[in-house]
Nanobody, 130 residues
Framework: QVQLVESGGGLVQAGDSLRLSCAAS????????MGWFRQAPGKEREFVAA????????AYADSVKGRFTISRDNAKNTVYLQMNSLKPEDTAVYYC???????????????????????WGQGTQVTVSS
């Protein structure tokens, strides 16, 4: 079983920064792309950022471009989401997930990309006050 554990969330003020971490189990972490998603109360789970298995490709939601950075450290089996210049509208539970496709070229794109991820973490709460 693939297990993903997010950490690093918390309560911050607008303009602050947070770095989320996602620790993965298993020996094949480096062979799969990873993504970050978020879900606010009453809203659908939405895409935030993704990184390919090789790290060569990344993608970001328009709402976070220029503020968030996704990265990975395969030696530590960990994916990160650096979040800068946080806004109240960033408030959500943040989830990491594994791309279901082994060594996919690039990252999933389009409105249905959430369906391209098979294993999910438990989520970590990010709350940004005004």
């Amino acid at each position: 079983q693939v297990q993903l554990v997010e950490s690093g969330g918390g309560l911050v003020q607008a303009g602050d920064s947070l770095r989320l971490s996602c620790a993965a189990s298993g020996r094949t972490f480096s062979s799969y792309g990873m993504g970050w998603f978020r879900q606010a109360p009453g809203k659908e789970r939405e895409f935030v950022a993704a990184i390919s298995w090789s790290g060569a490709s990344t993608a970001y939601a328009d709402s976070v471009k220029g503020r968030f950075t996704i990265s990975r450290d395969n030696a530590k089996n960990t994916v990160y989401l650096q979040m800068n210049s946080l806004k109240p509208e960033d408030t959500a539970v943040y989830y990491c997930a594994r791309d279901r496709s082994f060594q996919r070229a690039g990252v999933p794109r389009g409105p249905a990309r959430v369906g391209e991820y098979d294993y999910w973490g438990q989520g970590t709460q990010v709350t940004v006050s005004s």
